[in-house]
């Protein structure tokens, strides 16, 4: 997606600030999980531990709470969804953000319109907060 951005840079984008804010990841680890998943073929949690000056267990927990911490947060809205306690503009909404994450996960498409569309929906869910 971004990975001609330094991770540095791309995590002060203000739209990058303020997911990380309502999100249930912190810097962190969302630096962890970057550095990893951006980091090529050669990238290892012992070179990601250097970069943060961490340990390499603690590189590779941060990776791990954060890919959970995603996965649980997946889960509840699947069951929020599905016990219809979640508002159905709010599921629409996430349904549609769903489908563009997903082309732009794969490259599909007007890469900037996308972008537009999921920052507009962000905006509009902040709403009905």
């Known amino acids: 997606m971004s990975r001609k951005v330094p ?4 995590l002060r984008s203000p ?24 980091g ?7 070179k990601i531990a250097r970069r943060m000056n961490i340990g390499q267990p603690g590189a590779w ?6 890919r959970d911490a995603i996965i649980r947060s997946f889960y509840t809205l699947e069951l929020a969804i599905y016990a219809g306690v979640l508002e159905p ?15 732009l996960a794969r490259a ?9 569309r999921i920052e507009r929906r962000a905006l ?4 009905l907060r």
């Open 7 to 10: 991770v540095e840079k791309w």
């Open 108 to 116: 599909e498409g007007d890469l900037e319109e996308l972008r537009r």
């Open 15 to 38: 739209f990058v600030r303020t997911l990380l804010e309502l999100s249930h990841l912190d810097e962190r680890i969302l630096k962890t999980m970057l550095l990893y998943h951006w």
């Open 89 to 103: 503009e709010v599921a629409e909404l996430l349904a549609q953000d769903l489908q563009d994450l997903a082309a």
């Open 40 to 46: 090529g073929d050669g990238i290892t949690f012992e």
């Open 124 to 127: 509009e869910l902040l709403k």
């Open 61 to 66: 927990k941060r990776w791990r709470r954060g």
